[in-house]
């Protein structure tokens, strides 16, 4: 598993996890009395100056800067999606650089003797955040700077932060922020700004084998039509998706790839998914961040291996409308306290604590929309700051960057401030992406769409995607009335996967804590009924809880 952890300052006043420490202690890569930089990723050093690079900087950063000074004016110069650590050691002075939108994960802690930096939250031992976890039970991921963890912050994205450690100090300032004109954008710079990060993503891999996640979405054959377009030689992994649509997300892929004559694995996923060594797997390297029990997109870490995997646009709402106004995001995306997730966090954690955290996450919620504009401008900016960087599925670069040096379309500046110039009227129902389609690839236009769950025939002709799609009309109506789905002889959960085994395992009522409800873990411990949604929310704590401690096949057998 990749990781990295520096801890900056004279003492270790910050608790570190034992299992992080154990694995960062064969991976000591640059030791000082006052620093410490431990990593699976290759360091560069020069002259005692050290210089750690996570995630993909466009272009790549391959040289050590000469000073701290240096390090700060040229690492906010880079686009793509990374994070750059340098230590000056003639100054004693740590250099932390993030990308414009913060999606490298890099997390942090400081105390009045240390200050230290990981780019996993288990790295860091300690209480429960309220904040965090009122956020995962009332959005499904982790808001503004909170984690799970309490005292453990996200480094801002577009920061810039200068860390002495003799005494420890921190200084920090935001190198970029959004600068455009409203509805002044066009689809021809638009078109023109994506290239040119596709051209620039090119360049950082220009003699490694290129694989795509292909779904298909909008996005994925977007990316497909880009990369032919340049010969670059490309395969494809594209994961069945049989339990949602009769599989349309597939059966679009399979047709994408074949009229571009791009081989390809059809993947299926093992209906045992959420039992497997697999699935442990995927906690370990999403730490659990957002919920992923049932969801689809957390079987499709499995199968990728790649030296250089393309997955999506970034971000993902750039070409597509955010809500009009918070009114529309807090009604749409929300789950306020009414919603049935508070009941079972009461069930699980008792009323107290189950209060402190929506108390806390509200309390985040409104602070952080106050700093946007109550429209679609105002939303879309929120969405970048917190649902791109946090992703409900999952972050491309924490779980697929495992195994990959990962590639998205859009990580530049030019193209993000393009597309936020473009009138939000004209993304509406997914009618800008087809604008660019008209452009970039008429031909993609041809085949179904699936965006979300919802299936588009686009401009299709083909007789059998019609029929199919009929057929899938009348599936979806019959979903709708079980007894009819019976008199047919359809079973609509056959594709569906099977409930984990791990919800069933001792070992998450064994233990007591603090804030889990004694009564509640007698009620499992005895075989009770309680709703299943509870008994998954005491899961993903016990997750949260594990990961700090042992690899999770330690406790599920």
Not at 34 to 45: H, R
Not at 432 to 454: C, I, R
Not at 463 to 480: E, I, S
């Amino acid at each position: 598993m990749k990781q990295s952890l520096i801890r900056v300052g004279k003492e270790h006043s910050i608790a570190v996890t034992d299992i992080v420490t154990k694995q960062m202690a064969l991976h000591q890569k640059l030791q000082t009395p006052l620093l410490s930089i431990a990593s699976t990723q290759e360091l560069l050093q020069l002259n005692g100056n050290a210089l750690l690079v996570l995630g993909t900087p466009l272009p790549a950063i391959e040289k050590v800067p000469e000073s701290w000074q240096e390090a700060a004016r040229i690492l906010p110069q880079r686009e793509g999606v990374f994070a750059a650590i340098f230590w000056d050691a003639s100054a004693s002075k740590l250099v932390v650089c993030s990308d414009i939108l913060g999606l490298q994960p890099l997390y942090w802690q400081r105390s009045s003797s240390e200050v230290v930096f990981a780019d996993c939250t288990r790295a860091f031992d300690g209480a429960h955040n309220p904040a965090g976890w009122g956020a995962f039970l009332a959005l499904g991921y982790t808001f503004g700077p909170d984690t799970l963890t309490k005292g453990v912050s996200r480094v801002p994205a577009a920061t810039v932060m200068v860390v002495e450690p003799d005494p420890v100090t921190v200084q920090s300032y935001s190198y970029w922020e959004f600068n455009y004109q409203r509805n002044s954008g066009t689809t021809e710079e638009v078109v023109e700004t994506l290239e040119e990060s596709v051209d620039l993503a090119l360049r950082a891999c220009p003699d490694q084998p290129h694989t795509l996640l292909l779904s298909g979405g909008y996005d994925s054959r977007l990316i497909a039509f880009l990369l032919e377009k340049r010969n670059v030689p490309l395969k494809a992994i594209i994961v069945s998706h049989a339990d949602e649509n009769l599989d349309l997300d597939g059966r679009s892929a399979l047709a994408v790839a074949r009229h571009l004559n791009i081989p390809y694995t059809l993947e299926v996923p093992d209906h045992a998914f959420f039992s497997s060594q697999a699935y442990l797997d995927y906690l370990e390297v999403s730490e659990t961040l957002v919920p992923s029990l049932s969801l689809f997109i957390s079987q499709v870490a499995q199968f990728v291996d790649a030296s250089v995997l393309w997955e999506g646009l970034l971000p993902g709402k750039t070409l597509k409308a955010s809500e009009d106004d918070f009114a529309e995001f807090q009604a749409t995306k929300i789950k306020w306290h009414g919603h049935a997730i508070w009941r079972h966090a009461e069930m699980v954690f008792g009323k107290e604590h189950a209060t402190e955290m929506w108390h806390a996450f509200e309390s985040t919620w409104l602070k952080e929309k106050a700093k946007y504009s109550n429209d679609s401008d105002g939303t879309a900016l929120f969405n970048y700051a917190h649902r791109t960087r946090n992703r409900y599925g999952l972050n491309p670069f924490k779980v697929f960057q495992q195994k990959s040096m990962v590639c998205m379309p859009g990580m530049s500046r030019d193209y993000l401030l393009a597309t936020m110039a473009v009138d939000p009227l004209r993304k509406r129902g997914n009618a800008f992406y087809q604008e660019v389609y008209q452009q970039v690839a008429p031909a993609a236009l041809k085949f179904p769409v699936v965006h979300g769950s919802k299936p588009h025939l686009l401009h299709s002709k083909r007789v059998t995607d019609h029929l199919f799609m009929g057929r899938l009309k009348a599936y979806n109506f019959l979903q709708k009335h079980p007894k009819l789905m019976k008199l047919f002889l359809l079973n609509p959960s056959q594709n569906k996967p099977l409930p984990s085994r791990y919800l069933t395992q001792p070992q998450l009522w064994q233990q007591q804590d603090a804030v889990v409800r004694p009564d509640f873990l007698a009620k499992l411990q005895k075989g009770e009924p309680v709703p299943e949604q509870a008994v998954q929310l005491l899961f993903y704590w016990r997750v949260w809880q594990w990961l700090r401690q042992k690899p999770l096949m330690d406790y599920f057998t």
